[in-house]
């Protein structure tokens, strides 16, 4: 089995591989999923366990015990991802699912305020502690693990599975909500229809734990893909592994939390629909369909082009197109109000967003030696994720009731972006494919794998 994992492989041996990475994919999007149908029925589920006369307060209310989901997530990637290094890929991904399920079913079956009072809003807290727990070392070992399976020159292709796999998680929850808003009445939707979305995720976790268990293990397969800045071997300090790695980490910091903002003014954009617009909720929750057909099909094509012309090409041109075209998308947005015009606005960030943010994982990943890199990469992705990811909804929400500009979501994303930008430009190149064209970064960045 580990001869399908290591070099270069036949057909069958590939064939091998992909099912690998498939295994791996479903279980991550079936994570997300549970993790993200939370924040698309907000405003529902603020009803339920934080009722009161002001619905802004109620909101900002579910996107707090939201953000504390996002606290629990650096302590998640702090246990789990290290277990990732220390035992293996597999076994830190099955505990992460594991303790997802739990935290799904938890939510789903708390009773409302109105039921049970205040233990409500306290069991709804528990459970998204455990969810954000298992969601925060998710990321390191499967990232991990696509990054080790991967042949030395598709490991952009196989590693935007990450990103592509969260976001298939996006338009499965997009889905099931739009279908739900079009058969429900509000108050169907506000009683129970978003407890059914969320059941719907936990019914196929049992699938996810079947799949993950046949998951051979890439720690001790693969050979390490990744040596020191300085071009020595990467795994040989002991005493302080990520010493010469503080700079790929602070940049990988600030490249996913401008990407982490971005994906989440989109995950806003349901609650923006409803709350600012005033769409139809059908219109409200078609556009997560939207952003994840589109982010699933062009991550995929990112990753793909970054194993052909380099990481830092392709989160650099869109990247710079979607900083041009954030604050013009939400000014058509905010002053046409047409489903047509929603959502072609949408599709069109969408798509700049997918292709310039996919290959920051991967470059962060494959720079990072093996018996560090699912811990360091869980807990970089969780600090990020946390600090921004998890407050977004909760700054835009507060953003727009203080302001009552409906562009407010477009400042806070311009500025995000240009500090991403910033650091992309920073960081060093690290497809093998660019790196093998040129001996001088050859020489300081051999791959082995």
């Known amino acids: 089995m580990q001869s399908a994992l290591t070099g270069d492989a036949p057909a069958r041996q590939e064939s091998i591989r992909l099912r690998h990475v498939l295994a791996v994919s479903l279980g991550n999007a079936l994570g997300f999923y549970d993790f993200l149908i939370y924040v698309y029925f907000a405003v529902y589920i603020g009803r339920a366990f934080f009722p009161g006369h002001d619905e802004t307060a109620s909101l900002l209310q579910t996107f707090g015990v939201s953000f504390i989901g996002f606290v629990a997530r650096p302590v998640g ?10 035992i293996g890929r597999k076994s830190a991904m099955m505990l992460s699912f594991v303790l997802m399920g739990i935290g799904v079913i938890g939510v789903a079956f708390t009773p409302s305020y109105a ?4 233990a409500a ?5 528990l ?19 696509l990054v080790e399976a991967a042949p030395r020159r598709r490991r952009g292709l196989y590693a935007a599975g990450q990103y592509a796999t969260q976001d298939c998680g996006v338009l499965v929850a997009g889905l099931i909500s739009t279908a739900l808003a079009s058969q429900l009445a509000p108050q169907q939707l506000q009683d129970w229809g978003w407890r059914v979305a969320m059941l719907i995720g936990a019914c196929i976790v049992p699938f996810g734990l079947w799949l993950r268990s046949s998951l051979p293990e890439t720690l001790h397969a693969a050979d390490d893909a990744a040596l020191a800045p300085d071009g020595t071997a990467g795994d040989t300090s002991v005493a302080r592994p990520l010493r010469p790695y503080i700079l790929l980490i602070v940049l990988g910091v600030l490249m996913l939390a401008a990407g982490t903002i971005g994906s989440y003014v989109g ?15 059908t219109v409200a929750f078609g556009v997560i369909i939207v952003n994840g ?8 094509t990112s990753g793909w082009l970054s194993d052909r012309f380099g990481r830092k090409p392709v989160m650099l041109i869109p990247g710079v197109l979607l900083l041009c075209s954030i604050f013009p998308a939400f000014w058509v947005i905010s002053h046409y109000r047409t489903t047509l015009v929603f959502y072609t606005a949408v599709a069109g960030v969408t798509i700049l967003q997918a292709l310039s943010t996919t290959p920051v994982i991967v470059t962060l990943t494959e720079q990072l030696p093996k018996r560090v890199r699912s811990g360091a990469v869980a807990i970089v992705y969780a600090f990020a994720i946390a600090s921004f990811g998890g407050s977004t909804q909760f700054i835009l929400t507060w953003l727009l009731a203080r302001t009552g500009d409906p562009l407010a979501p477009a400042y806070y994303w311009t500025v995000a972006s240009l500090i991403g930008l910033a650091a992309m430009a920073l960081v060093k190149e690290s497809a093998p494919a ?12 051999k791959y082995t794998t």
């Open 434 to 445: 660019r790196l093998d064209s040129d001996p001088r970064q050859a020489h300081r960045h």
């Open 293 to 300: 057909l589109f982010s699933v099909v062009f991550e995929v």
């Open 267 to 281: 995950s806003y954009l349901t609650t923006y629909a409803l709350t600012t617009l005033h769409m139809a909720q």
């Open 115 to 118: 039921r049970i009072g205040v």
């Open 127 to 145: 459970f998204r502690l455990v969810q954000g727990f298992a969601l925060g070392g998710e990321v390191g070992p499967t990232t991990a693990y």
């Open 77 to 86: 990637a702090m246990v789990i991802g290290p277990m990732g290094d220390r």
């Open 121 to 125: 809003p306290v069991l709804v807290i």
